[in-house]
């Protein structure tokens, strides 16, 4: 029943910045483990930021920490990820995700496309 839907993707000029947003519906039994992944053509879909719905605990990719920030409006049940100082490498199709808990690798910021069940149909996002 959950369902998401990104919104907020764009062109953008290098040391830009852009906020995606993800509107949440539905309900994870057992708990609430949201995420943002990008995937560029040819590349394998990456882990970006993650947090748990309830807590506000999250964690970042190492290649995005200090630039981006995972956030969340339990009120609008929407997620949102701020990005800021986009570099090129930082275009691809953005997705978010959720799942009823998140495991250890979430944590330590290693994020799993495997760890997520739940996927939008992503979002566009170009660097240039």
């Known amino acids: 029943h959950v369902q998401l839907v990104e919104s907020g993707g764009g062109s953008v000029q290098t040391g830009g910045s852009l906020r995606l947003s993800c509107q949440v519906s539905g309900y994870l039994y057992g708990g609430n483990c949201l995420g943002w992944f990008r995937q560029a053509p040819g590349k394998e879909r990456e882990g970006v930021a993650s947090t748990h719905a309830y807590t506000g605990m999250t964690a970042y990719a190492e290649t995005v920490k200090g630039r981006f920030t995972i956030s969340r409006d339990n009120d609008k049940n929407t997620l949102y990820l701020q990005m800021n100082s986009l570099k090129p490498e930082d275009t691809g199709m953005y997705y978010c995700?959720?799942?009823?808990?998140?495991?250890?690798?979430?944590?330590?910021?290693?994020?799993?496309?495997?760890?997520?069940?739940?996927w939008g149909q992503g979002t566009q996002v170009t660097v240039s």
């Open positions: 995700a959720a799942d009823r808990f998140c495991p250890a690798s979430v944590w330590v910021g290693r994020a799993r496309r495997s760890d997520f069940g739940y």
